[in-house]
């Protein structure tokens, strides 16, 4: 799978340093995966929260973070789309939660 985008990740684990090795981790294998539905994901992660044909919600750091991703199976491309802390998660509308572009560097 293609995950978009690193530069997205590499945010998050500077706001967010104790996750970074975890973020790591779950972009390595996310990677190498090659899921054709939820039910192959599933199979992979079966802490991951399938909300939608498209939308996966992954625990992160052991449920400390929550990563929101969107998955296009048939292009294998995982957009990367919210992350934050599981106090943070708790106040968002996960369905509807969308990527917003920072001006970091």
């Known amino acids: ?5 690193i530069k997205t990740l590499k ?17 390595e294998e996310t990677d190498a995966a090659n899921w054709n539905n ?39 491309i995982v957009f990367v789309v919210w992350f934050g802390s599981h106090k943070e998660y708790d106040k968002i509308d996960v369905k509807k939660v969308s990527y917003v572009k920072t001006d970091k560097k």
């Open 38 to 76: 939820p039910n192959e994901l599933k199979a992979q992660y079966r802490n991951a929260s399938i909300l939608t044909d498209k939308r996966v919600v992954f625990n992160i750091h052991g449920n400390t973070y929550r990563l929101v991703v969107d998955i296009e199976y048939r292009l294998k």
């Open 11 to 27: 945010e998050y684990w500077s706001e967010f340093p104790q996750a970074e090795q975890a973020l790591l981790s779950w972009h």
């Open 1 to 5: 799978m293609r995950v978009i985008a």
